[in-house]
């Protein structure tokens, strides 16, 4: 059983940027992988960024550029720098810490871009 607990959403105009958190209850390093997703109204769950625990990362094709996903395995957080948001980006974020194939997600923080 891995706990997650995500941060640092809210409220922010268009072209700004937030920086989103995931505190994770076991060492990030032993993870299959660490991953963003969000979650818009009305729509699926979609793969923001991913990162290993190799430290390989990758990104959804519209997030490229603009987001940044981080971590410090010291103190088992992953980090998300969310730059030049849009409307589109309005969603629920969250961060998933997968294990032996098992996803462990956490309550989800709200990022609201509007302005």
């Known amino acids: 059983q891995v706990q997650v607990v995500e941060s640092g959403g809210g409220l922010v105009q268009p072209g700004g940027s937030l920086r989103l958190s995931c505190a994770a209850s076991?060492?990030?390093?032993?993870?299959?992988?660490m991953a963003w997703y969000r979650q818009a109204p009305g729509k699926q769950r979609e793969l923001v960024a991913a990162i290993t625990g190799g430290g390989s990362i990758n990104y959804a094709d519209s997030m490229k550029g603009r987001f940044i996903i981080s971590r410090d395995i010291d103190k088992n957080m992953v980090y998300l720098q969310m730059n030049s948001l849009i409307s589109e980006d309005t969603a629920v974020y969250y961060c998933?810490?997968?294990?032996?194939?098992?996803?462990?997600w956490g309550q989800g923080t709200q990022v609201t871009v509007s302005s």
């Open positions: 076991q060492n990030i390093f032993r993870m299959d992988k």
């Open positions: 998933g810490a997968f294990l032996n194939s098992e996803p462990y």
